[in-house]
């Protein structure tokens, strides 16, 4: 597993709860990581809580809205952030429900800017983005498998909304501009700092005043509840061994009822709960359950250490040392506190300076601004060029964005086309300005959602996949360069020569007999044209399927998402083994048609069973005809076996369709 080391980290909200603890901690045990710290200091923010490490000399405060993208860029550029840690947000739901516009403009527009800025600049290596489980919704009451980073997201409040809004922008940088994103969804978090607000220190201060104990509804409400360290623990192995593009859930097991954490909390304080409870009106609407799988984070290495009992005592002895540390906090103590985020709510420094931005005792460190992934066209780096330098069309889609990754995993150059298809001055110009040894095409209209799209936008399929496609082919073809064209083997359905179940597949030089969609009509068309040019290798893709579980064009996410499938043998394409030989094939300047698919065929049943034994053990799923699936979709599919005979002997090393399912796929997602 490949260990990821930060330079420069900006750690967004670090005056606050979670961020406080975790940049106590990277500061603490990492010193020569510089730690730039980006806060405005809202109501639920405090200077003190970053006192651990205020005379560290790789420590940095800077008071900000990360809403300024003035500021955002500046801090990148002049601090050589290489690293963002992003927890800055409006986190608590009552508050949600009386001024949600803040929480849109802070968790939605702050994070934006934030993503902008990154793009521009061009030097970040690691975006960590702190969600929460509450993105999940509500999980059902009787669930013993909890939801995996996978799982779709419906929530259910204001504040929740703006975090998988937020988590969306997040995404699409991710794959539209390949910024190197991770994602963390985690469970409830308590301890010491933590603002007033929230339920376990709330009930620690009025419990400490011998006031009454407010609780929601009937306080049946299930919560998870994991300690601040821990929790610190889990975004120090996420900074260090996160995967890029990945969701982490930061969770635990152990669950209780709101009920009984108040009356844990009245033992604890010699209390009798049931007069020391006090049942108030519920939320608009109030999640019963939160319920994550950390398994995920947990073959990083990461588990829980802190018992709910012994995290408990540690919080109430820390509040009862430092009962005054939030000043006047009355307003927090009220059952449904909404007024607070408000302008001229709480306005909290810390004891000491009260400048805008300040160092600590000593000099900061003054590190070299790291290189970008790609080389800059203006460095002045006069090393050897590489041999290969690819030029790459389609950077927005899901093959176009593994093929840029995998190329900065070789160390090969590459560029995105920035030319549309159609337009061959701009494809010229492209080739002219970058000066590629080859083209690679992983662009085209496939229909969002899916294929039936293309049936209502003929004209607007025919441009990119035919006139598009063939544009390139001629352009390349008159500058003296080989095209790799990702194409489709959803050309073909089976007949009476290649029967279903029959092991005989179609051929390289067969003819495609399956026009049911028109997307497959333009794709066989532009196949059979292709022909005519010797500079094109052209690959059959087919139902591709990759490690990523969370990508939504992921073959095994789609079916795992329906509520019925059909149960038919096919060809398919594990990218994460076929997508180098795509690379190794440019390099071996192969030509002509190739079935880019793994050797045999798997069935979505086969599929769905290796899902539920690797990744759900409860996971269920119905099957349903091939007349019934007409039924809901506007175009027929393609169910083909392609003959891998010819990409196997020149690859000897290619894997059976089952066998790289467990490979590439299910064994790295196995849930332990």
Known sequence: MATYTPKNILITGAAGFIASHVANRL????????????????????????????????????????????????????ESIDTIMHFAAQTHVDNSFGNSFEFTKNNIYGTHVLLEACKVTGQIRRFIHVSTDEVYGETEEDAIVGNHEASQLLPTNPYSATKAGAEMLVMAYGRSYGLPVITTRGNNVYGPNQFPEKLIPKFILLAMQGKPLPIHGDGSNVRSYLYCEDVA???????????????????TKRERRVIDVAKDMCK??????????????????????????????KSLGWSERTRWEEGLKK????????????????????????????????????DGPDHSEFDAAGP?????????????????????????????????????????????????????????????SQLLSDIQTIKPTHVFNAAGVTGRPNVDWCESHKTETIRVNVCGTLNLADVCREQGLLMINFATGCIFEYDAKHPEGSGIGFKEEDTPNFTGSFYSKTKAMVEELL???????????????????????????????????????????????????????AKRNLKGIWNFTNPGVVSHNEILEMYKKYINPEFKWQNFTLEEQALVIVAPRSNNELDASKLKKEFPELLSIKESLIKYVFEPNKKQ
């Open 315 to 350: 919080t109430i002895e820390w509040y009862t040392s430092n009962p005054n540390w939030w000043g006047d906090v009355s307003g927090a103590l009220l059952p449904h506190p909404r007024m607070l985020m408000m302008p001229g709510g709480v306005d909290r420094l810390a």
């Open 531 to 585: 022909k005519e040019y010797d500079n094109v290798c052209t690959l059959r893709v087919r139902m591709p399927i990759s490690s990523d579980l969370n990508n939504p064009r992921n073959f095994i996410t789609k079916i795992a998402r329906y509520n019925k499938v059909v149960n038919i043998p096919n060809s398919m394409t594990i990218l994460d083994e076929l997508l180098p030989i795509s690379i190794e094939m």
């Open 233 to 251: 623990e889990a975004f120090e192995v996420i900074l260090h061994k996160g995967e890029v593009g990945h969701v982490y859930n930061i969770g």
């Open 364 to 424: 900061a460190i003054n590190t070299a601004q790291i290189g970008v992934q790609v080389p800059s066209k203006t460095s002045s780096n006069a090393a050897k060029k590489p041999a290969l330098k690819f030029l790459i069309y389609g950077k927005t889609g899901w093959i176009g964005g593994l093929l840029g990754k995998l190329c900065e995993k070789q160390g090969i150059q590459y560029e995105y086309g920035k030319g549309r298809l159609e337009d061959r």
């Open 268 to 297: 604890l304080f010699n209390m009798d709960a049931d007069a020391s409870i006090k049942f108030v009106e519920n939320r608009p609407f109030n999640d019963q359950r939160y319920f994550l799988d950390d398994e995920k984070l």
């Open 27 to 78: 500061i603490r045990s990492y010193p020569d990581y510089k730690i730039v710290v980006l806060d405005k200091l809202d109501y639920c923010s405090n200077l003190k809580n970053l006192n651990p490490s205020r005379s560290s000399p790789n420590f940095k405060f800077v008071k900000g809205d990360i809403g300024s993208a003035d500021l955002v860029n500046y801090l990148l550029i002049t």
